[in-house]
């Protein structure tokens, strides 16, 4: 099975990520139909990438044979034992779209709104880009422990001859930064709160028990594939998380972790970012689009 080639695409300078509900009076079937019909899912147009995906309850009931059994979207907020809270905010599809300038992305995207026009309304839209190649918005290196474009298949897509073969699983979070509160942190310690050094990403041997570092060790929980980026105004910003995950469950223990719920203390950077949005979505193989 075929993946969506936008998940590996790495290097593209701008990015949009449209979350959709179906209307009223509208079938979830139609929508992944009129999703599946459109052409850059499988191909690339225009210099866009596009990767489609759908709220797994809807792409079970729409295609029960193409998609593990135990997908299940993000219904429920995560609450930790001092009441941080990570909100569920589930849709119904996401299109997230990604190429090597804004103009494109934003002609791309209006088509795509307008092909889905009464079948389904936008119910967030979030515009990303790259900042300084490789870093977030805190200065630090994001996706050190992202695997190489080799050894990302393997980690991100549902495996041959398995239920959803060719596909994946996308955690999509939207992180808002206390960005005076970080800055006024001393680079020692961010250092600590992150778990790695600043200028070259190298991890603290004797870093905290509550560092990001720990409370998302890959190690620990499995690894994912990371498509990361900023976003937001110069005023109010953050990171768009964009995980992706042949299994389900190393997503979902791990914001467990970072919550405080996995017997661990809770993540010390979600003191300075905290979650606004969250959501699960199956991506489906071109191949299985191409069916409906």
């Known amino acids: 099975m075929t993946p969506q080639a936008g998940i590996l695409a790495l290097g593209t300078a701008s990015h949009a990520y449209l979350e959709f509900d179906v209307s009223p009076g509208r079938q979830g079937r139609d929508l992944v139909a009129v999703i599946s019909s459109m052409r850059e899912p499988r191909t690339t147009m225009g210099g866009v990438n596009l990767v489609a995906g759908f709220r797994p309850e809807l792409w079970k009931k729409v295609s029960p044979d193409e998609a593990p059994a135990d997908l299940?979207?993000?219904?429920?907020?995560?609450?930790?034992?001092?009441?941080?809270?990570?909100?569920?905010?589930?849709h119904d599809a996401v299109l997230w779209l990604s190429g090597i300038a804004y103009d494109v992305v934003f002609e791309a995207s209006r088509g795509a709104i307008a092909a889905l026009a009464g079948l389904a309304s936008v119910a967030d839209e979030t515009s990303s880009w790259p900042y300084h190649r490789d870093r977030d918005?805190?200065?630090?290196i994001d996706g050190t422990e992202n695997p190489t474009l080799i050894d990302a298949p393997g980690v991100a897509l549902i495996p041959e001859g398995s239920p959803g073969a060719g596909g994946s699983l996308?955690?999509?979070?939207?992180w808002v930064h206390d960005a005076a509160a970080w800055?006024?942190?001393?680079?020692?310690?961010?250092?600590?709160?992150?778990?790695?050094?600043?200028?070259?990403s190298e991890e603290l041997e004797d870093k905290p028990a509550d560092a990001h570092a720990a409370a998302t060790d890959q190690?620990?929980?499995?690894?994912?594939?990371r498509r990361n980026m900023p976003f937001g105004t110069v005023t109010s910003h953050g990171t768009m998380f964009v995980g992706f995950s042949a299994d389900q469950r190393r997503l979902s223990r791990m914001?467990?972790?970072?919550?405080?719920?996995?017997?661990?203390?809770?993540?010390?950077?979600?003191?300075?970012?905290?979650?606004?949005?969250?959501?699960?979505?199956?991506?489906?193989?071109?191949?299985?689009l191409q069916l409906r």
Do not use: C, W
Not at 137 to 140: D, V
């Open 255 to 288: 914001l467990e972790s970072m919550a405080g719920l996995a017997g661990g203390p809770r993540d010390a950077l979600t003191r300075y970012t905290r979650p606004v949005s969250g959501a699960y979505y199956f991506v489906p193989s071109t191949d299985a």
């Open 137 to 140: 918005l805190t200065g630090f």
């Open 183 to 200: 800055e006024a942190l001393p680079v020692p310690k961010q250092e600590l709160i992150i778990g790695r050094r600043k200028l070259d």
């Open 72 to 90: 299940e979207g993000f219904n429920h907020d995560i609450v930790g034992s001092d009441g941080f809270v990570m909100p569920a905010t589930q």
């Open 219 to 225: 190690d620990r929980f499995g690894k994912i594939f």
């Open 170 to 174: 996308l955690l999509l979070q939207k």
